[in-house]
Structure formats: structure tokens, C-alpha cells
């Protein structure tokens, strides 16, 4: 296994900086944004698509530092009802996945987008219960809007041996395990998980079970190493879906934390020995969004946390089991 960092946290240094500092500090994999809410100022999509100079000289410095891509990100929503925002989106999505061609880069990490409750919406919808009625049809409707898009998008990334790893995320249609392997079922293996436990935590889905569910089907494509804290004196009084803004963190239900400081190093232990066990061996890459921290200090704590646990190398045969001669 990799441990990777998501680089937007550090958008106010250069690439070639970052690269330098995570290096220095163990970490063997990176994941930068080409678009959407991660932006792209690492890696700008239009400054290195098709170019194979600009090519040559990223791939130059990410072999200088010992660093290897995992992944392109461009998390956006191109199921939205708004035709130029859908529009933009998916045209990120379709350049991310040519330039990881390009790049020799396996994975493109994403959303799944959610579309309106109805073709005459102009809003995105997030269904979470299925009464009144409505709110059953309308789901519907999202998952026919979806299915057609994800298969076209699956064709484009199967045509270009990539494969998407969507974040099961609140807001968008996917959003947990069983919805991910249903998009997956209608559509094919290239689509599958960016496995990121943050939303688990506090929607209460256990992150061990969560990823045997997954790995059943090898429906792991990268992995997100980012922790949540529930507070329960706010949960036990409004509950989880919690709309207070971030920066009220006294207020929320739950933040996110850095790894580690929503769960100790036993339960990561587990995490990182279920991924194993499902066979995933590939990046574990840090996202810091934790608000009481600074991204630097954040991301120094969960890179000397996850460093002793990250297994390192291949895992040997079971030896112990050979008879003697």
C-alpha cells in the first residue's frame, strides 16, 4: 500500500512544492484535483491534456520526489438540472479520464451527481426517505437519469482502461454502500467506490462490514483515509443530518477530523486489514477537512498516525502452513 495525500489542502503551494514537502515526510502517492470542487491548481487539465512535453516534465518531477499519481479527482455534479453546470462537470470528468490515460494514471475519483426530483425541477434533490409518494417517484426518475449517464461515462473510461471511483457522498444519489453497487450493477466494473469513511461515520454504517460489502464485488477502486467525530450531546438532540454550517463546530452534530482524532489507531488497524483482506493493496490517500487544525498541521498528524499502520509491503504465503520434508 501507498500513503497518498488528496492535495487540494495545499492549493497555496506549488505542485512542485508539494511534492518536495510530502515526500520528505514518507508519503509515496498524491491525488490532485484536475477540476470541480477540488480545482485544479496542480494539475490544470488543459495544461497538460494532449501536451506530452508538459507531460514529460510532470512525470520528470513526480519520479524526482520517488511519487506516483493515484488518482485524478474532479468531484462535481454533472447530473445537476442546470444544463451548462451538468455540462461543465461532465466535461471534467471525460478530460480527467483521458488525460489519466495519458498519464498512466488507473483511476479518476469523482461523484456521482443527483439529479432534480423531476425533468421540470431546477434544483438538485436529495431523497432520503421514500413517503409521500412523490418522494418514491422522484428517486426513480434520479436513478433513470443516472443509470443512462454512467453507462455512457463507463464506456468512455472502459475505451480508456480507466476506472471511476465515486465517493459515496450525502447530497449526490450515491451515497452509501448498497446505492454504489446498484450504479455499478446497472453500469459495469469500470464504475466503482472512492471509498471514503468520513459520511460512514456519522450516517452509521460500520466502515469494516462497509468495505467486505464492497469487496465482494471488487468495488474498490482508491480509498480516502479521512475520520469524523459524532458528538453525541448534539446528535442525541437533533439528530445527524445536520445543516449548521462548519464553522460552528460547538453547534454540529459531527466534523471532520484528521485521521486519528475521531478514531484511534486499533480501529484504523482494522480498516486498513479489511481493505487487505478484500485484496485492495493500492493508495490510501489523507483528505483534510478538519476546521479546528491548520491543512499543514492536520496533515503532518494523520501522515505520522497512518505511516505505522499503512502496510508497507506485499504480504507473504502462509509459510507456517509447509509440512517438513
Known amino acids: 500500500m501507498d500513503l497518498g495525500v488528496h492535495t487540494p489542502s ?179 466494473p469500470r464504475i466503482g467506490a472512492n471509498f471514503d469513511p468520513s459520511h460512514f461515520y456519522w450516517q452509521g454504517i460500520s466502515i469494516t462490514d462497509a468495505i467486505r460489502a464492497l469487496g465482494e464485488h471488487d468495488a474498490i477502486h482508491h480509498v480516502h483515509a479521512k475520520d469524523t467525530r459524532r458528538y453525541d450531546a448534539n446528535v442525541r438532540v437533533k439528530g445527524v443530518l445536520d445543516t449548521t454550517p462548519f464553522d460552528r463546530e460547538r453547534d454540529r452534530s459531527w466534523l471532520f477530523r484528521s485521521v486519528g482524532y475521531g478514531h484511534g489507531a486499533r480501529h484504523w488497524k482494522d480498516v486498513v486489514s479489511t481493505l487487505r483482506l478484500v485484496g485492495y493493496d493500492d493508495a490510501i490517500s489523507i483528505e483534510h477537512e478538519d476546521s479546528l487544525t491548520s491543512s499543514e498541521d492536520g496533515l503532518e498528524k494523520a501522515i505520522d498516525f497512518l505511516a505505522p499502520i499503512v502496510f508497507e509491503g506485499e504480504p507473504d504465503a502462509p509459510f507456517w502452513t509447509e509440512g517438513i520434508d
Open 10 to 188: 495545499l492549493a497555496d503551494r506549488s505542485f512542485e512544492d508539494v511534492l518536495e514537502y510530502l515526500s520528505d515526510r514518507g508519503v509515496s502517492a498524491v491525488e490532485p484535483g484536475v477540476g470541480g470542487f477540488p480545482g485544479e491548481d496542480h494539475v490544470a487539465r488543459a495544461m497538460y491534456l494532449n501536451d506530452d512535453e508538459a507531460q514529460a516534465e510532470l512525470r520528470d518531477a513526480l519520479d524526482h520526489h520517488g511519487i506516483r499519481i493515484s488518482a485524478l479527482a474532479t468531484h462535481n455534479n454533472p447530473l445537476h438540472p442546470d444544463e451548462e453546470r451538468a455540462s461543465r462537470a461532465d466535461t471534467e470528468l471525460r478530460e480527467a479520464i483521458r488525460l489519466a490515460a495519458q498519464l498512466d494514471v488507473s483511476t479518476v475519483t469523482c461523484f456521482s451527481g443527483l439529479p432534480a426530483g423531476s425533468p421540470d425541477d431546477e434544483t438538485p434533490n436529495w431523497i432520503t426517505a421514500p413517503w409521500p409518494p412523490e418522494h418514491e417517484s422522484a428517486l426513480a426518475y434520479q436513478w433513470d437519469v443516472a443509470i443512462e449517464y454512467w453507462r455512457d461515462v463507463a464506456s468512455v473510461a472502459d475505451r480508456h482502461d480507466v476506472d471511476v471511483a465515486i465517493e459515496m457522498h450525502p447530497n449526490m444519489l450515491v451515497y452509501e454502500p448498497t446505492g454504489l453497487l446498484r450504479l455499478r450493477d446497472e453500469t459495469g
